[in-house]
């Protein structure tokens, strides 16, 4: 593997870009076998993929409210040499994450946090888009002792992994669901601060060590 990654930070604003090339990348696909209606998922070297990426971060606040955004531009080209893959255009692939906090008056604090991966096309495989969105509401009660948390993960369903490729003279499509889609209510409470305790530091096997000594 060889890597190459430049970055530059200013105030609240952090780009970077870079360079990754993979020699035998570890990849997978469903291939023919013995029979034509037989076929095998199983893990595969590929000869080579290249990779660059551009990704800019900005932290804001605006007092009550406080995020993190991000924009990620990625282009990926897999190479093979042995197994028959149809080779397709490479196409770059979007990445947008948001994560933001509302604090509501001081009474809670509404958490959301969204990202979005775009269409990808790696020169062999191509993946459809996704996306997810998250919301969480925090309250504390008797000073801070009691919080409660209830929170909302994948609201609207859209994490699976979908999109197809052809080996040979087999086309594949896949369409993979995530058990992301759910409802969590947490509570947590604070008994206080542990006391200090005051005891003395005694060695073990003393009365050995000064017999040896």
Do not use: C
Request: aromatic content about 16%.
């Amino acid at each position: 593997m060889h890597s190459f990654e430049l970055g530059a930070y200013y105030r609240k604003v952090d780009l970077r870009i870079g360079y990754n090339y993979l020699d035998d990348p570890l990849s997978s696909a469903a291939l023919r076998g013995i029979t034509p209606d037989s076929y095998v998922l199983k893990g595969l070297n590929l000869e080579k993929s290249h990779a660059y990426f551009a990704a800019l971060s900005v932290s804001t606040g605006l007092g009550f409210w406080t995020a993190i955004n991000t924009v990620n531009l990625s282009y990926t080209k897999m190479i093979d040499d042995q197994f028959s893959f149809v080779s397709l255009p490479p196409r770059p692939q979007w990445y947008f994450y948001s994560s933001n906090t509302f604090n509501v008056k001081n009474l809670f604090k509404v958490q959301l946090l969204a990202w979005y991966l775009g269409e990808r096309s790696s020169g062999l495989y191509q993946n459809r888009s996704r996306s997810l969105v998250t919301i969480g509401i925090d309250k504390e009660f008797f000073k801070d002792a009691l919080k409660l948390k209830f929170l909302a993960n994948d609201v609207f369903h859209k994490t699976n992994n979908s999109g197809d490729y052809s080996v040979g003279h087999t086309d594949i499509f896949f369409d993979r669901s995530f058990n992301n889609n759910y409802f969590r209510l947490v509570a947590a409470y604070s008994f206080g601060k542990l006391k200090n305790s005051m005891y003395k530091n005694k060695p073990t096997g003393q009365a050995e060590n000064s017999r040896a000594n």
